[in-house]
């Protein structure tokens, strides 16, 4: 019993140990970041890592929210995550509902067509010539079309859907609803849950998402936030709010650099922690066929 005992122990201890580690490891790149820009130019250039600021300034905040860059392209991407979320959950809603149903015909061959798009894609400039042809290019029609259904969510949605009771649909046809108040009456009603989950998943997905702007938009007013933080990070001593040059300003770029990358990741460090659960619950979602 005392062995046991001993050895209970130690194993808590060496988790608690391990999950120490890990929490310090997962911490200090968000603490640098932020220390990186509340510091100034001097003790940045004098010390290579700033975990705790000496001097705190707020000269990089100010500097980036005195143009009109980083809170016009937070406002874009606000909007293509917000816009971006319900065309997904539309056409996943859509899509999910009918292959989910038994009787449609067909069904097999069209779930081993998107089955074969989670292994393999079109390829960058396929994808890109068809953005093309549509007239696309310079619209944010371009990242949310070619994005509207992502094949992993719409197979758990559907094995989801596939789990409400068929009495319910009987019970509903008997009424007189059709397939469309089927879906928008009962079945969206009950599935709530996951399609909450799936919004987050979506919604998380537009906003850190920059390749997408980066290759089918050239306007630079239409930027998103995570397009000028690619920028920034690469060309730090270049100049991208309003014409200026990040030179010319007091503020060292580093920090700026730093900043933006907070201001990106705030929102979702902020929204993170109340939907976690929901994240959590999305690993599970449709896991089991019915």
């Known amino acids: 019993m005392n062995k046991r005992t001993w050895g209970t122990a130690l194993f808590d201890a060496g988790n608690y140990a391990l999950l120490t580690v890990v929490a310090v490891v997962t911490v200090l790149p968000f603490l640098y970041v932020l220390s990186g820009s509340l510091v100034g130019s001097e003790e940045l250039l004098a010390k290579k890592i700033v975990l705790v600021p000496t001097h705190v300034t707020w000269d990089a905040y100010d500097y980036i929210f005195s143009t009109r860059t980083i809170p016009r392209s937070l406002l874009i991407t606000v909007f293509i995550t917000v816009a971006g979320t319900l065309i997904n ?9 009918p292959l989910a149903r038994r009787t449609l015909r067909g069904r097999k061959p069209l779930m081993l067509m998107i089955v074969f798009t989670m292994l393999f894609s079109g390829g960058i400039i396929p994808t890109y010539l068809v953005v093309k042809s549509a007239g696309l290019l310079d619209t944010y029609w371009s990242l949310w ?11 758990l949605l559907k094995n989801f859907f596939q789990q409400l ?11 007189g ?10 079945v969206v009603p009950l599935s709530l849950p996951a399609i909450a989950t799936f919004s987050l998943f979506y919604a998380v997905g537009h906003w850190n998402s920059y390749f997408s702007a980066v290759l089918y938009i050239n306007d630079m007013n239409m930027w998103p936030i995570q397009v000028w933080l690619r920028q920034i990070v690469m060309l730090s001593s270049g100049g991208f709010a309003d014409g200026g040059s990040l030179s010319e300003f007091v503020v060292p770029p580093e920090s700026i650099k730093y900043a933006v990358i907070v201001v990106a990741a705030v929102p979702v460090l902020i929204f993170y922690p109340f939907m976690q659960k929901h994240f959590a619950k999305g690993v599970l979602l449709g896991s089991v066929k019915g």
């Open 89 to 97: 959950l539309l056409a996943t809603t859509l899509m999910a509902y």
């Open 145 to 155: 079309i070619p994005a509207a259904i992502s094949a992993f969510n719409l197979i």
């Open 165 to 175: 009771p068929d009495g319910i649909e009987e019970s509903a046809k008997i009424d």
């Open 177 to 186: 609803c059709n397939d469309l108040q089927l879906l928008y009456k009962i």
